[in-house]
Antibody
Framework: EVQLVESGGGLVQPGGSLRLSCAASGFTFSSYSMNWVRQAPGKGLEWVSCISSRSSTIYYADSVKGRFTISRDNAKNSLYLQMNSLRTEDTAVYYC????????????WGQGTLVTVSS | DIQMTQSPSSLSASIGDRVTITCRASQGISNYLAWYQQKPGKVPKLLIYAASTLQSGVPSRFSGSGTGTDFTLTISSLQPEDVATYYCQKYNSAPITFGQGTRLEIK
C-alpha cells in the first residue's frame, strides 16, 4: 500500500523558515517524480514544486521560486521542502504527492501537514 | 502561464441527475488534463487523466472528454457519495495549474 506521511508543519512567524518532510513507503520511491501541492484554508489546490526521480529536474511555482527548495533522499525514501522567507500567504496544508511521471498526473496524496505563518 | 477556468463554481443537482462540469484552458494543452475529487475533510483523489482515461477503481458513472482547450467531466447518474469539490489540472509543462474548483451539492 502506498503511504506518504508528511511532518514538520507548525506555526512560524513571517520571515521565518520551516522544513517539511515526507516519508514514503509501499512503492519504489526512487522510480517516481514527486510534488508538493498546497491548499490554503477554504481555498483551492495550488501546485508548489516537483522533482524528478533522480533530482535532475526541478520546477517551482512562481509564488515560491527563490524562497522554497525541494529535495529528496532516495536512500531514505524521503522528500523535503525547505521553506524560507515565509509569508502569511504561505499558510496552507502542504501535501506530499506522487506523480506517474515528471509533470504528469498525481496518483497518490499524503494526508497533509498544516503550515501557519502568523505573528 | 496557462490558466484553467472551471464552470460553474458550484452547482446543486438531484440524485440520479446527469452532471457536467467544464474546464477551459487559456491555451491548447492537447489532452494533458486530469480531474480530481476532494470530498469534505479528505485529500484529493484522481478520477481521470489524459482527459478521458478513468483511473483504476473509479466508478464508471464518471467520464471525461475534450482536447485542446475545452474539457468536460460528466457524472452520468449523481449519487450521494459524489458530494465533493472537483478540480481540473493541466500538466505536462511547468507550471502545473489547477482550476479553481467546482463544488457539487445534492439538491
Amino acid at each position: 500500500e502506498v503511504q506518504l506521511v508528511e511532518s514538520g508543519g507548525g506555526l512560524v512567524q513571517p520571515g521565518g523558515s520551516l522544513r517539511l518532510s515526507c516519508a514514503a513507503s509501499g512503492f519504489t520511491f526512487s522510480s517516481y517524480s514527486m510534488n508538493w501541492v498546497r491548499q490554503a484554508p477554504g481555498k483551492g489546490l495550488e501546485w508548489v514544486s516537483c522533482i524528478s526521480s533522480r533530482s535532475s529536474t526541478i520546477y517551482y511555482a512562481d509564488s515560491v521560486k527563490g524562497r522554497f527548495t525541494i529535495s529528496r533522499d532516495n536512500a531514505k525514501n524521503s522528500l523535503y521542502l525547505q521553506m524560507n522567507s515565509l509569508r502569511t500567504e504561505d499558510t496552507a496544508v502542504y501535501y506530499c504527492t506522487r506523480a506517474t511521471g515528471l509533470l504528469l498526473e498525481i496518483d497518490y496524496w499524503g494526508q497533509g501537514t498544516l503550515v501557519t505563518v502568523s505573528s | 502561464d496557462i490558466q484553467m477556468t472551471q464552470s460553474p463554481s458550484s452547482l446543486s443537482a438531484s440524485i440520479g441527475d446527469r452532471v457536467t462540469i467544464t474546464c477551459r484552458a487559456s491555451q491548447g494543452i492537447s489532452n494533458y488534463l486530469a480531474w480530481y475529487q476532494q470530498k469534505p475533510g479528505k485529500v484529493p483523489k484522481l478520477l481521470i487523466y489524459a482527459a478521458s482515461t478513468l483511473q483504476s477503481g473509479v466508478p464508471s458513472r464518471f467520464s471525461g472528454s475534450g482536447t485542446g482547450t475545452d474539457f468536460t467531466l460528466t457524472i452520468s447518474s449523481l449519487q450521494p457519495e459524489d458530494v465533493a469539490t472537483y478540480y481540473c489540472q493541466k500538466y505536462n509543462s511547468a507550471p502545473i495549474t489547477f482550476g479553481q474548483g467546482t463544488r457539487l451539492e445534492i439538491k
